[in-house]
């Protein structure tokens, strides 16, 4: 007898890990807001259509880096003057 509730313990336990693990997978699954750049003029939202291929996406990645990097060289104004 002990031995039954056990195993009935055991597989509602699993059970209801399964169920929460379904709940968490299922709220990850949302929406993802696209790749956004920092300006110093602000925030401006990447391009309107994402590539359709690798290379495309590849290609836009790069750019952006590139972008983010350029600005982030430019030479800061001086707060004293």
């Given at each position: 007898?002990?031995?039954?509730?056990?195993?009935?313990?055991?597989?509602?336990?699993?059970?209801?890990?399964?169920?929460?693990?379904k709940q968490?997978?299922?709220?990850?699954?949302?929406?993802?807001?696209?790749?956004?750049?920092?300006?110093?003029?602000?925030?401006?939202?990447?391009?309107?259509?994402?590539?359709?291929?690798?290379?495309?996406?590849?290609?836009?990645?790069?750019?952006?880096?590139?972008?983010?990097?350029?600005?982030?060289?430019?030479?800061?104004?001086?707060?004293?003057?």
């Amino acid at each position: 007898m002990k031995a039954m509730f056990g195993l009935v313990g055991l597989l509602l336990t699993v059970a209801i890990v399964g169920l929460l693990l379904k709940q968490q997978l299922g709220s990850t699954r949302q929406s993802v807001p696209s790749l956004q750049i920092a300006t110093p003029q602000g925030i401006e939202p990447a391009a309107s259509a994402p590539p359709a291929t690798v290379r495309g996406q590849s290609q836009q990645v790069q750019q952006q880096y590139q972008k983010a990097l350029e600005s982030a060289m430019q030479p800061r104004p001086d707060p004293d003057k």
